[in-house]
């Protein structure tokens, strides 16, 4: 049981907004990357005095909006022998490639 729901609130899946904690839990991202987030304005946020609130329905949004096509995985040899070549040259250590 959460410590919120043990005093009587509503948990995080009743609340219209949230903390910054529980954004993260809820997005199951770290706390950096939701501050990058904030400060980039990909994620809007509310003041309220000191605290910082997310309202559920733009973290929801923001998670929809993220891209879901990685490209593919460079996982062939070739393609990784090939970016060797391309980039140790010019590399500082380029011999430890």
Not at 84 to 90: I, L, R, T
Request: with cysteine; proline share 8%; charged share 25%.
């Amino acid at each position: 049981m959460q410590e919120h729901e043990q005093k009587g609130w509503p948990g995080i899946d009743k609340r219209a907004a949230l903390s910054t904690k529980e954004t993260c839990i809820y997005l199951n991202i770290g706390l950096t990357t939701l501050y990058r987030e904030l400060q980039s304005g990909r994620l809007p946020f509310r003041k309220i005095g000191r605290k910082t609130v997310i309202r559920k329905v733009d973290a929801e949004q923001w998670l929809t909006d993220l891209p879901t096509d990685l490209g593919p995985p460079v996982s062939n040899p070739a393609e990784r022998t090939e970016l060797k070549q391309q980039f140790a040259p010019s590399h500082p250590i380029g011999s430890r490639w």
